[in-house]
């Protein structure tokens, strides 16, 4: 076996026993909050083969060990601030990231110390680069700032050729009936005609607290100091949007399944339209999934990112998806029934208020044997 000095020996000890820890917390942020499978396996793939490194390298582990001295350690009564503090889940992904990588470069230079452990020293660079890509897909997954961001409850989508009236009056009146979001589909202004618009709306809506999403443009969003941007499963990817973007802008995606929202919540979405729950002649759909799918979504362990239930969505089958929801949190994307509506304003907090004022969770029935003993549900 290489022979290392005693000092050396206590900085692999060290460095594993810190490696191993960071590689933890990732694998489980990415095990029990997203529920991401292949991300999992990768993160303990990594820390699997930390732990064998040394012993590979022929590091007696024995000696390890006996040369730990914790008490003796002068680095363990030594800590900053923000050690103590942790302000989001992306925050400690950002700590365990850094504490792994930069205990894995400590093995990596101190195996280098043995002309014997040099491929050692190879391999455990290789688990470096492993490690960063493993923290970018994880961070990602995480969105903008998904610890805060709860979505919307009333999102009106804004076309003008299905407004009755003035298209930016119309995302006036809805934002006053309650909507606390607007989302500006064109898909044939001119660019410069579409941040003009884009720009005159998140004019409009910011001062009323309102979020504006821009349909299919980062670019767009990006100039007019638009809130996000909505994708659908054709558009441009996930990634390619914080290439540009960055956390500057939530993004959102359409999900016709719970399988495709589960591939957009590891893509790094902050919220999904699933749908579409009703017929509709805005956008032409193949199939319509319909409110069991909200169910399914809003039932999903573990959650999914935030709702907006799309599709046909009016101020009359919205107690439908209240049914559907059970209780759950979720919002409604609307279009023609409030573009094209006489009062757009009055649609829109008849839509709000309904949203507002769910109906309560429906009680399983009870397993009891005998029906003489159970008690009358909650809706009976």
């Known amino acids: ?32 909050s997203l529920d991401h499978a292949a991300l999992t396996a990768e993160l303990k793939s990594v820390r699997h083969t930390v ?39 992306r925050a400690v992904i950002d700590a365990a990231a850094g504490r792994a990588a930069e205990a894995l470069r400590s093995i990596e230079e101190t195996l280098k110390l043995n002309p014997g452990t040099s491929h050692a020293a190879k391999t455990t660079a290789s688990l470096r680069y492993r490690l960063y890509e493993a923290h970018k897909r994880l961070s990602l997954a995480l969105g903008v700032d998904r610890d805060g961001f709860r979505g919307w409850k009333l999102c009106v989508i804004v076309t003008e050729a299905l ?20 989302q500006l589909r064109e898909k044939s202004l001119s660019d ?73 919540q590891h893509a790094g979405v902050d919220y999904c339209g699933v749908g579409a729950m009703f017929p509709t002649t805005t956008k032409q759909k193949p199939a319509i999934a319909g409110p069991s799918l909200l169910s399914e979504y809003l039932a999903h362990a573990p959650a999914l990112p935030p709702a907006l239930a799309i599709g046909g969505i009016n ?37 709000r208020q309904q949203l507002d004022t769910p109906i309560p969770p429906t009680e399983p029935e009870s397993s009891c044997p005998s029906s003489s003993t159970r008690q009358p549900s909650a809706t009976a």
């Open 163 to 182: 407004c009755k009236q003035p298209w930016l009056e119309t995302a006036r009146l809805a934002i006053t009936g309650g909507a606390d979001c607007v």
């Open 1 to 32: 076996m290489p022979a290392f000095a005693p000092d050396t020996l206590r900085i692999l000890d060290a460095a594993a026993n810190r490696a191993s820890e960071g590689l933890r917390v990732l694998e489980d942020c990415s095990r029990f």
């Open 192 to 264: 410069s005609e579409l941040l003009t618009r884009a720009c005159a709306l998140v004019e409009l809506a910011h001062p009323m607290n309102a979020s504006v999403i821009i349909n299919d443009r980062p670019d767009i969003a990006m100039l007019a100091g638009a809130d996000g941007v909505h994708l659908g499963q054709n558009d441009l990817g996930v990634e390619s949007v914080r290439k540009l973007a960055g956390g500057r802008l939530l993004v959102g995606v359409s999900a016709s399944t719970v399988e495709q929202a589960i591939d957009a």
């Open 315 to 351: 101020a009359d089958n919205v107690p439908g998806l209240l049914k559907a929801a059970n209780g759950a949190p979720f919002g409604v994307a609307v279009s023609a029934a409030i573009g094209a509506a006489d009062n757009p304003q009055a649609v829109a907090r008849s839509i």
């Open 51 to 89: 732990r064998g490194l040394l012993r590979d390298a022929g590091v007696d582990p024995l000696a390890l060990i006996a040369n730990r001295d914790t008490p003796g350690d002068v680095g363990t009564m030594i800590e900053t601030k923000e050690e103590q503090t942790r302000l989001s889940c």
